[in-house]
């Protein structure tokens, strides 16, 4: 109590609040720091944090203490917010059209099983670990420093390009309810194409939805019950009515591009999944994390699951997968069966929907800066939380102003594909998480068991790969499967006999572990290798950015960061866990 520090003015910008560390005090020091870049990066490699480093030290970096004030049915609520959205709406048309023909159907079936299986992951994670931090935080307690930083990268990227993929939805489905063509409102430029429709109504309404956010978390919840239960009502008369004016004789062919135009939509539609992950960052916030977020989370997420399913297939059945609009499905599905009125509505709902996924997100995706600030893999300006709002204005800031420039030049097309290769790529390496956590703890572990648990590791990820490249180069094969299928099952089944648990979970737990994980990580990665070569391609140049900058900044601030004094509680942070520890 000694030690209690008084609080600093939230608005200030000096050099340490940027860049603290020993390592940019100066040039001389920055190049010192540079000399042993080497060094640094295998430590960091190693490095593992702790549960309670997570919990309790890093939420010292925000001086202030978010409010707690969320209960399983504003989680709940939030899932419904976070989820429904742009995904359905705007990409089921567009893959229907494009892909899968009348089988977007099995698309969400694929893609929503691949999703139900990270919840189970996440919910474990976030019951265990309650912090603003989510996947970043779980991965950094069990696969290191750097594979966190990957993680790290990719939630960035992901809430970037994700808020500004559903603003640009939203401007098109305004437009519909204008009775307008889907881009009367941009600005038409002779930019390549892609980035060539200028759009100044998905920024207005990114920083709507942002300042909404950040006055207040308890705010953002009623706003969110509100425009999600209208976003409810509409998609109830989506699916009635759609299945009232069906005609089976759409559903043939049912499959007109083949398995492989099933996976490649899957692969696509994910990111209509996209933002459950955003209610395990809400756990500072949440009044009883141990059983409000496995209610919110798969209590909202099951439920979304069905509805996507119907959805998809009141679409089909409706409208001959040819005839479909890939910019506003809905809406002029219904208008050519008759119902014009019925456009109005279903555009009104949509924009409804995107509404609450952007106000979500802008929570979701700011937590998420927050604790990757903490450790200072970005500047810890920005984990700074707002002694009255209790939110973290800089970080929803940092995203927002991002995500605005990005909504303003590019395309749907051209984000939902990068989106889905992040969203992928942290549900795989969660699951894997997942599997360390149960059969690794550190100090208890044996030596032979780590290794033993590191091989059938990397066994089910190079197998799990192997079956998703086979796929790509003969969709219509089938003897690469022998081998791949078989190597998988057996590195798995290995983990379940050869290796005892050595942590069990303390409140709830998946299921079928390793099943369920392994499982959800060959899933994930035959997804990714469904993507096309462009979505590679631009993921692998937003990689190599990321790793220049750790290399540059992020690998010396983490290090500076782990090597610091610990430091005193502020006052609301000390009073917040002393009151958790008499409750």
Not at 159 to 173: D, E, K, L, N, Q
Not at 260 to 286: L, P, Q, R, S, W
Not at 342 to 352: D, E, M, S
Request: glycine fraction near 8%.
């Amino acid at each position: 109590m000694g030690d209690e520090i008084q609080p600093r003015s939230y608005w200030r910008w000096s050099k340490n609040d940027f860049f603290p560390g020993d390592s940019f005090q100066n040039w001389r020091a920055y190049r010192s720091a540079l000399s042993q870049t080497f060094t640094r990066l295998k430590e960091r490699v190693a490095s593992r944090s702790e549960d309670a480093d997570e919990i309790v030290e890093l939420r010292k970096e925000s001086e202030n203490e978010m409010k707690r004030c969320l209960s399983w049915w504003d989680l709940t609520w939030f899932g419904f917010g976070s989820v429904i959205g742009a995904g359905i709406f705007v990409l089921t048309g567009q893959e229907a059209h494009e892909h899968a023909g009348p089988a977007i159907v099995l698309s969400y079936v694929a893609s929503g099983i691949s999703a139900m299986l990270s919840v189970f992951c996440y919910t474990e994670f976030a019951v265990e670990i309650p912090v603003a931090g989510g996947s970043f935080a779980y991965i950094r307690v069990e696969l290191g420093d750097f594979a966190a930083f990957i993680t790290a990268g990719n939630i960035i990227l992901g809430s970037i390009a994700g808020s500004a993929a559903v603003a640009r939805a939203w401007t098109s489905y305004f437009t519909t309810l204008l009775n307008r063509h889907p881009n009367s409102l941009r600005i038409h430029t002779n930019l390549i194409d892609g980035f060539n429709l200028l759009d100044p109504i998905a920024v207005a309404i990114l920083v709507i939805t942002s300042i909404i956010a950040i006055s207040s978390t308890r705010r953002t919840s009623y706003f969110n019950w509100i425009a999600s239960a209208v976003n409810m009502v509409v998609i109830s008369f989506v699916i009635i009515a759609g299945l009232a004016h069906a005609n089976t004789s759409n559903l043939t062919p049912f499959v007109p591009h083949g398995a492989k135009g099933i996976f490649v939509a899957a692969a696509i539609v994910y990111f209509a999944y996209g933002g459950f992950d955003n209610i395990a960052t809400m756990a500072e916030e949440t009044k009883n994390p141990s059983k409000d977020i496995p209610l919110g989370l798969l209590g909202s997420m099951s439920i979304i699951t069905v509805i996507y399913c119907l959805m998809a297939l009141s679409l089909s059945m409706m409208q001959k997968y040819t005839d479909i609009d890939p910019n506003a499905a809905y809406s002029v599905a219904f208008q050519r069966v008759g119902m014009k009125w019925a456009k109005y509505l279903v555009a009104l709902g949509a924009l409804k929907g995107m509404t609450t996924v952007l106000l979500a997100g802008a929570i979701g995706q700011a937590r998420y800066a927050t604790h990757i600030a903490r450790v200072h893999m970005i500047p810890p300006w920005f984990s700074l939380v707002h002694p009255k709002t209790g939110t973290p204005i800089n970080a929803t800031l940092l995203i927002r102003v991002a995500s605005a420039c990005i909504a303003f030049f590019s395309s749907l097309d051209v984000l939902a594909s990068l989106l889905s290769i992040s969203g992928l790529l942290i549900s795989m390496m969660m699951a894997v998480a997942l599997l360390v956590r149960r059969y690794y703890v550190r100090g208890i572990t044996p030596r032979t068991n780590l290794l033993k648990l590191t091989f059938f590791l990397l066994v089910i990820i190079v197998s799990s790969v192997g079956t998703s490249a086979y796929w790509g180069l003969d969709p219509n094969g089938w003897l690469g499967y022998t081998v791949t299928v078989p190597l998988w099952f057996l590195a798995t089944l290995a983990i379940s006999v050869l290796l005892p648990q050595d942590r069990t979970p303390k409140v709830w737990g998946v299921p079928l572990v390793p099943w369920f994980p392994s499982l959800s990580v060959a899933i994930n990665v035959f997804l990714m290798g469904s993507l096309g070569a462009q979505a590679f391609i631009r993921f692998g140049i937003c990689t190599v950015v990321m790793l220049i900058y750790y290399i540059f900044f992020g690998l010396h601030a983490t290090y500076d960061m782990a090597h610091q004094p610990k430091k005193p509680m502020t006052s609301r942070i000390l009073e917040e866990d002393m009151g958790s520890a008499r409750a």
